[in-house]
């Protein structure tokens, strides 16, 4: 038996004659992981959330639950259940019969009705509302409620549609944890939809970056973030300084009238490129030590750290973040390792993009 | 305190209409109740008023509201329900209330030209060869108008509520395993209710009194208690009964909107 629970194949979904909404779409989705889709409005995430659940049909392309093409199944028959954005809890229902909803439609004994909405309060921290009103409850008890509701099912699959959203910062990320606990706890598969790549970064075992209906990127969240494809994800997930570049041989590359050391290869020689260095990557020091040479335009205090937007001398911007404060209209000098710089072809398949990052795992392992 | 002064001068012509066209015809209704038909005071007309014949009455007005709001919310739900599911809603929704702008005489002769022996129906019922029937002054016709003219006032506050409905709540109930009728049994008409509650009162407590349409229509073969109350006015002339009637009235239409009031529950 694989491990596989769901799997898109080739899944293009498209409304009337507009560009399609998700384009030849395929991935797999593998038992008692955290999932993430992540993306920008618009880009197709929830769509794919939508798909698993039943409430839309594809256009084209097929969707396998547990080896067996679902895309005839209607949404009630499926083994997945949905925590919504706007959590869509009944409001003519209290707590209790909002949790027992699923149970009461099985049509199960009463007492094990009882049993299992009480374990599954208890799960979320809300045993003791069970007689509340949902208007009594406050926007996360809400959200916990609307969680309540969908494991009582005991699904293979959890969805969850940004249900984070609408919770203050603290109270966001509180919850965070606790998604992140509770899925460890359960053992099943969650599959979040968020267009908050700190929220992506920090709950997920394997995130989809989605633009344009198209999966850009997957991997884990040190993949990404450390080696984002493009453009698009280097820019979508957290701050990055992306300039273009030249690479002139293999460990060589060009960029903002230097050469510099770096750690990519296999490239072919003065091919145009786009280099990523994260802001954390970059160090200040003095004008004659620095790589660049940048002056400093405007500074914010972050709390943990300070940002400070720099310029050079062909007016690319240089954002770093630093411990230590920087004066305004300073010259100053960034330093940064030769592993900082990442580089990204032009146009490169996720496949490919693979390829060539293990083959550097294998050059290194050459070297030592 | 200037403010006090403007405001108190705004609810003038409430306060006024009010008195002059609530308080004021009730206070004469329950008064008039209190004299027979001499003009002397008496509780004869509550006496009268508990004897078979007007229970009948009462019994039967009822019993006719109560078809006539019971048809209506057959007719009325689905219709609301498919006029949310289309495109132009609005226009959809406007078409169906443009009929209760017209006068309801001019709606009732209508009928009476459709229904009557040389009307459109019959004309139509000989052609297919079931023959020519007595369709005006039955209960069938007096029903069947009875709830033509009501079902936009049913309509309305059902779309309302139905249009109101965030449909993420049926994607909720289907993703928990419902069907779609028991997402219509547990979901949509629990959350419709104040709709349909609301509908059921603008029609059932005006059926009660219907007059116009039990002798246009009816042929003075259905008696309600408004029928009673105008043959008391302006035919027997015994104001007190008829006042008593109204009385009557009152109080029942009180106790419906009681019952029938909607507690409402915000999320």
Redesign the interface.
Known sequence: MTNTIIEFKNVTKQYDNDSPVLDHVSFEIERGKFYTLLGPSGCGKTTILRLI???TEASVGDIYFDGKKMNDV????RQ???V???Y?????LNVFENVA??LR??KLKESVIKQKVQEALTFVNLAGYENR???EMSGGQRQRVAIA?AIV?EPEVILLDEPLSALDLKLRTEMQYELRELQRRLGITFIFVTHDQEEALAMSDEIFVLNRGKIQQSGTPIDIYDEPINRFVADFIGESNIVEGRMIEDYLVEFVGGRFECVDQGLNPNEAVEIVIRPEDLEITTKERGKLKVKVDSQLFRGVHYEISCYDEDQNEWLVHSTKKANVGDEIGLYFDPEAIHVMRFGESEADFDRRLEAYDHGDAHEQ | MNNKVTRNLYLLPYVLWIVLFVIAPIILVLYYSFFDVDGNFSFINYKTFFTPVYLQMTFSSFWYAFLITVMSLLVAYPTAYLLTKTKHKQLWLLLIIVPSWINLLLKAYAFIGIFGQQGFANAFLEAVGIGKQEILFTDFSFIFVSVYIFIPFMILPIFNSLNEL?P??L?????????KW?SFR??IF??TIDGVKAGCQVVFIPSLSLFMLTRLIAGNRVITLGTAIEQHFLVTRDWGMGATIAVFLIIIMVLIMTITGSRK???
């Open positions: 659940a039943g409430f209607p949404a009630n028959k997945v259940n949905t919504f954005q706007d869509a809890l009944f409001p003519h909803f699923g439609i099985k009103e949902i208007r509701r099912n | 965030n993420t709540l994607d909720a109930a289907n993703d928990l395993g419902a069907s028991t547990r979901v629990p959350l529950k915000g999320v």
